[in-house]
């Protein structure tokens, strides 16, 4: 449930983790994928079943 939600919530600039040990971010939602960027000029289709984990990113590494 709480996998789901997440990805229910997923919006563009989040950064994830696929099940591949990936760390991308998102670029657009779509229905059933998402296209994420790899690298600089390199964005590609990824399944929503492949996304492991959001990164939560502390405000406190942020401002330091």
């Known amino acids: 449930k709480e996998h789901q939600d997440m990805l229910d919530n997923l919006k563009k600039g989040d950064e994830i983790v ?7 971010e998102v670029v657009q939602v779509e229905e ?9 000029n390199t964005v590609v289709k ?19």
């Open 18 to 24: 696929t099940n591949g040990g990936l760390f991308v």
């Open 32 to 40: 059933e994928f998402l296209r994420v960027k790899i690298a600089n």
């Open 46 to 64: 990824l399944s929503k079943e492949y996304v492991a984990k959001k990164i939560e990113i502390a405000t406190e590494s942020k401002t330091k």
